[in-house]
């Protein structure tokens, strides 16, 4: 994967707090490509959910996906790092189904660390209390999908930096 120009397209997962929107933009623009958040692509109503503290279902989850999966879809060839929580292989399957070629780079960390981290953010609508099901929906990557796992201890050019150098040795 090219450092300064990249045609593949990323998707930053992973449960919330561990830093997707922080990271998303420095790896986009380390990689030379546009960044798209996630979550401007969900319908009021999930917004409303999650912010109630009612996690959504795979039903809510399908036009967020959609969405995204047309922007990456767009973005094929031309390169682009989008944040997308993706915590299901089923999840991971439709943005593939998308936009076939899509590389995942899941950001994985302690959970006590992503609960600080998660409790100290601000103007964010996901509560802490949801990180429980977060966690309960997660599945990792698996073998056969293209994509990396970053720790997300440390500082977020220190998280960049392990993402870069992991995607690097992608055979892609």
């Not at 090219?2 to 922080?22: E, F, L, P, W």
């Not at 943005?95 to 590389?103: E, I, K, T």
């Not at 977060?134 to 930096?161: R, Y």
């Amino acid at each position: 994967m090219n450092q300064s120009r990249s045609t593949h397209v990323v998707v930053i997962m992973g449960v919330a707090g561990t830093g997707k929107t922080t990271i998303g933009p420095l790896l986009a623009g380390r990689l030379g490509v546009p960044y798209a958040e996630g979550d401007d692509f969900h319908p009021e109503t999930n917004i409303a959910k999650m912010s109630a503290g009612t996690p959504l279902t795979d039903e809510d989850r399908r036009p967020w996906l959609d969405a995204i999966g047309r922007w990456a879809h767009g973005r094929a060839g031309l390169g682009g790092v989008v944040s997308c929580s993706a915590l299901k292989r089923s999840y991971r399957d439709r943005l593939r189904a998308s936009a076939p070629g899509v590389v995942f780079v899941h950001l994985t960390g302690d959970r006590k660390l992503i609960e600080d981290r998660m409790a100290h953010r601000k103007g964010h609508f996901m509560p802490t209390a949801l990180l429980d099901s977060q966690f309960a929906t997660l599945q990792p990557l698996q073998s056969d999908e293209a994509g990396v796992a970053v720790d997300v201890s440390g500082s977020p050019e220190e998280i960049t930096e392990r993402a870069v150098t992991a995607l690097h040795g992608l055979e892609l």
